[in-house]
């Protein structure tokens, strides 16, 4: 009889399957290889409209933006971004690549009056997930051990 | 025009770094755009038109429409965008990058001396624009020196042919005609053109024509040679060549911006 792969556990934390139940779902405090891979691409603008560039609902990520053309192209986390030139969003500077940095949870949007190419390089960041989700974990524990013992009077005796 | 008219946006797509406006002129009132913007604009390499207008959007024209002209001697480096989302006042239409010719083009110029039975062709002027995706330092703008070549005509029993080429801009043309007819001699002149606003079917036209090279037989085996240059004979919108026989005969004619090229 061949051998079970070993039990591996998933990515994402454990969340209860109760649909009546709203809830959050927690940092994950393991990565997986799918999570280091960089994603390259080239983006099209739509004209008219703000338009979800990348949506963070799950990891941390640096999302590099090229313009390829003149523009102008606005780029932002607020979801309307029209007029393009109102400047509630960053226009893009051709040829010059832009990072931002989107927190999970979040969207990077994009606007513009045109058909322009936009070079998209999204780096996530899965060690920012790792730490967030060892980090809450501590946080349960760590706090809690201490005030039972101090309550209970037994240190220092 | 051609038709379709190029779009500026597979040029986007396909990451080429500029568009390329190139097309015939078919009338005066051709008026070309872009839903692109650019970061720099030239006349380009194979125009005929020396001059060409373009309209872009600005907030502080009562009519949202700013004008600007480019030629051989002044490109244009700087970012315009094509307001697509605004709309010019009064027309409604969207605030695009507009390309037109400010050179008179006039299809129905016929010479003074044009006589019932004679025929005319046109070289149409061609309409070079190049508006660059990317910024760039400074733009090189003189067009091509270009070469006109003709050897057998299609010239009405009896009458005369003209043949009329774009000559806008230009400051020095080389004019090489040979009559290989061995038989019949070829009566051949040359005359030039600076178009005006006019009405083609009334018996004054306000076009400026200037004889260059009065006509006259050229016989069978020989050649005339004319150079015109700017300084000497003038600015002109359109040179124009006549024959009477068919040929063969050989005629070049290389044009170019500068005086002594």
Redesign the interface.
């Known amino acids: 009889m061949p051998a079970l792969p070993p039990v591996r556990s998933g990515k994402l934390a454990p969340v209860s399957l109760d649909p009546s139940v709203a809830q959050v779902r927690a940092p994950a405090a393991t990565t997986g290889d799918a999570e280091n891979r960089n994603e390259v691409s080239t983006y099209?603008t739509k004209?008219?409209g703000t338009q979800i560039l990348y949506n963070a609902d799950r990891m941390w990520a640096k999302v590099t933006l090229t313009l390829?053309?003149?523009?102008?192209v606005a780029v932002g986390q607020h979801a309307n971004l029209?007029?393009?030139?109102s400047g509630r969003g960053q226009l893009l500077q051709?040829?010059v690549p832009t990072p931002f940095n989107v927190a999970k949870g979040h969207r990077l949007y994009i606007a513009a009056?045109?058909?322009?190419?936009v070079a998209v390089l999204i780096e996530a960041y899965p060690w920012l997930e790792t730490i967030t989700g060892l980090a809450g974990a501590a946080s349960g524990i760590v706090p809690a051990a201490p005030a039972k013992m101090l309550s209970a009077g037994k240190v220092g005796r | 025009m051609s038709f379709p008219q190029p779009e500026a946006t597979p040029y986007a797509v396909n990451n080429y770094g500029f568009f390329r406006l190139n097309t015939p002129l078919s009338c005066p009132g051709d008026i070309y755009e872009s839903d692109q913007g650019g970061h720099a604009f030239c006349v380009g390499p194979n125009s005929d038109i020396a001059n060409v207008n373009m309209a872009y959007f600005d907030d502080q024209v009562p009519t949202f429409m700013q004008f600007m002209t480019i030629s051989p001697t002044r490109s244009f480096t700087g970012q315009i965008n094509a307001r697509n989302e605004a709309t010019y006042v009064p027309a409604g239409r969207p605030g695009r990058i507009l390309f037109w010719s400010d050179d008179i083009y006039d299809p129905n110029f016929k010479p003074r001396v044009f006589a019932p039975g004679d025929a005319i062709q046109f070289v149409p002027p061609q309409f070079d624009v190049v508006q660059y995706f990317t910024p760039l330092a400074s733009v090189v703008p003189p067009r091509i020196n270009k070469e006109f070549v003709f050897q057998n005509y299609v010239v009405p029993g009896g009458h005369v042919l003209y043949i009329v080429l774009p000559y806008y801009g230009r400051r020095y043309a080389f004019v090489d005609f040979t009559n290989r007819n061995n038989v019949d001699p070829n009566t051949f002149g040359i005359s030039a053109v600076n178009y005006a606003i006019t009405d083609d079917s009334s018996p004054n036209p306000y076009h400026q024509e200037t004889t260059i090279l009065a006509p006259a037989a050229v016989a069978p085996g020989t050649s005339v040679r004319r150079i015109i240059r700017s300084t000497v004979d003038g600015m002109f919108d359109a040179l124009i060549f006549s024959l009477t026989n068919g040929g063969p005969a050989p005629l070049r004619i290389d044009v170019a911006d500068q005086d002594e090229p």
């Open positions: 099209l004209p008219g390829k053309t003149a523009g102008p029209t007029p393009v030139l051709t040829g009056t045109s058909v322009n190419p």
